[in-house]
């Protein structure tokens, strides 16, 4: 850890068959450890190879199928999974996707539930649910709409789209494309950069933007003079006000 921020990358198994029942139980651990730890104010989560996170592990699929087990495996995984991407949305914790290649099904929910998404040029975003004769999961379809709109959202799932890293980026889904050997240091940058603030105005900026679009504007307003009212009682604001009138850079506990 460096700056507050820590890199989790996803090894070869994992970020190729990730979701397997042991596979995703312990990215969950790591993933959940990290954003519960007060020290880490940024996390880079990244992949190996040609893979950012290909989601479920079909040959398990097809030996749970077998052995007529499958929807408790469903279940068992959506239920791992699921928690840890509204925990990522909700935590002061600033998470930056570092795409180095193929993210697919539920590994492209743990991307799309991140703050930020960098591409290499290899990244490559996968719909993959419906060759499999499957419903979306991990989220991605109440993320990926409030990123590219509902049309083409849905064409995305049922075109089974592969967005390639330079299309993912004119749809909106990522925020920027780098050169493979940039995409590191591009991620722990802007995971540094967004992560300086203090923790009330991550966590409360997180929550506003992500509740706004479920609330009435008089609603929402109320909802955001109760966190500032909160924030204005807090040392880091103190320290923002003293900042600001004495020209130097805040420093944020």
Same mark, same amino acid.
Request: hydrophobic residues 45%; negative net charge; proline residues 2%.
């Given at each position: 850890?460096?700056?507050?921020?820590?890199?989790?990358? %996803?090894?070869?198994?994992? +970020? !190729?068959? @990730?979701? =397997?029942?042991? *596979?995703?139980?312990?990215?969950?651990?790591?993933?959940?450890?990290?954003?519960?730890?007060?020290?880490?104010?940024?996390?880079?989560?990244?992949?190996?190879?040609?893979?950012?996170?290909a989601g479920a592990d079909v040959e398990a699929f097809r030996t749970a199928i077998?052995?007529?087990?499958?929807?408790?495996?469903?279940?068992?995984?959506?239920?791992?999974?699921?928690?840890?991407?509204?925990?990522?949305?909700?935590?002061?914790?600033?998470?930056?996707?570092?795409?180095?290649?193929?993210?697919?099904?539920?590994?492209?929910?743990?991307?799309?539930?991140?703050?930020?998404?960098?591409?290499?040029?290899?990244?490559? %975003?996968?719909?993959?649910? +419906? !060759?499999? @004769?499957? =419903?979306?999961? *991990?989220?991605?379809?109440?993320?990926?709409?409030?990123?590219?709109?509902?049309?083409?959202?849905?064409?995305?799932?049922?075109?089974?789209?592969?967005?390639?890293?330079?299309?993912?980026?004119?749809?909106?889904?990522?925020?920027?494309?780098?050169?493979?050997?940039?995409?590191?240091?591009?991620?722990?940058?802007?995971?540094?950069?967004?992560?300086?603030?203090?923790?009330?105005?991550?966590?409360?900026?997180?929550?506003?933007?992500?509740?706004?679009?479920?609330?009435?504007?008089?609603?929402?307003?109320?909802?955001?003079?109760?966190?500032?009212?909160?924030?204005?009682?807090?040392?880091?604001?103190?320290?923002?006000?003293?900042?600001?009138?004495?020209?130097?850079?805040?420093?944020?506990?």
């Amino acid at each position: 850890m460096e700056d507050g921020i820590t890199q989790i990358t %996803l090894g070869t198994t994992a +970020a !190729s068959k @990730g979701f =397997s029942t042991e *596979g995703l139980s312990a990215m969950a651990e790591v993933i959940n450890g990290a954003l519960d730890d007060s020290k880490i104010r940024g996390i880079v989560i990244t992949g190996s190879d040609r893979w950012f996170c290909a989601g479920a592990d079909v040959e398990a699929f097809r030996t749970a199928i077998t052995e007529d087990s499958i929807v408790a495996l469903v279940e068992k995984l959506t239920n791992t999974l699921h928690p840890l991407l509204v925990k990522i949305r909700q935590s002061s914790t600033i998470c930056v996707a570092a795409l180095n290649g193929a993210a697919a099904g539920g590994g492209l929910g743990l991307a799309l539930a991140c703050d930020y998404r960098v591409c290499g040029e290899d990244a490559l %975003l996968v719909a993959g649910f +419906a !060759s499999l @004769g499957l =419903s979306p999961d *991990g989220g991605t379809t109440w993320l990926l709409p409030r990123l590219v709109g509902d049309q083409a959202a849905r064409r995305f799932f049922l075109e089974n789209s592969r967005w390639k890293a330079a299309e993912a980026l004119a749809k909106g889904v990522v925020d920027e494309v780098v050169a493979n050997e940039e995409l590191l240091g591009r991620a722990h940058a802007v995971a540094r950069e967004w992560s300086k603030w203090s923790n009330h105005t991550r966590e409360a900026t997180k929550h506003l933007v992500e509740a706004q679009s479920t609330q009435d504007f008089s609603t929402h307003l109320g909802h955001e003079q109760v966190l500032i009212m909160a924030a204005s009682a807090s040392d880091d604001f103190k320290e923002g006000v003293n900042s600001f009138l004495e020209k130097r850079q805040p420093d944020f506990k």
